[in-house]
């Protein structure tokens, strides 16, 4: 069993940054890839980034490469989603997830968190 929890959502302008973090536990979390998806009124939950925790190894969503960044800690056991010049279109519920393999489908996860909420006003 893996548990998620997703904080450091908010408010931010246009061109601003924020910082979200993904707290995991569980006894084999480590086996897993993190990942982060996101969900904007209206549209379908779709992927942004993913790590796998053994390794390091990365994948990122064209819309947001070269923008955010995704990262792990191994003390704290937590993975992080740096992102920078947002915009209106990143506006979303942010949610990290756990599968055993990197996939961008999110009926490819097996545990998720409950979600935090980005706003990007102009």
């Known amino acids: 069993q893996v548990q998620l929890v997703e904080s450091g959502g908010g408010l931010v302008q246009t061109g601003g940054s924020l910082r979200l973090s993904c707290a995991a536990s569980?006894?084999?979390?480590?086996?897993?890839?993190l990942h982060w998806f996101r969900q904007a009124p209206g549209k379908e939950r779709e992927f942004v980034a993913a790590i796998r925790w053994n390794g390091g190894r990365t994948w990122y969503a064209d819309s947001v490469k070269g923008r955010f960044t995704i990262s792990r800690d191994n003390v704290k056991n937590t993975v992080y989603l740096q992102m920078t010049n947002l915009n209106a279109e990143d506006t979303a519920v942010y949610y990290c997830?756990?599968?055993?393999?990197?996939?961008?489908?999110?009926?490819?996860?097996?545990?998720w968190g409950k979600g935090t909420l980005v706003t990007v006003s102009s």
């Open positions: 569980g006894r084999t979390f480590s086996r897993y890839v």
């Open positions: 997830a756990a599968s055993i393999a990197y996939s961008d489908y999110q009926n490819g996860m097996d545990y």
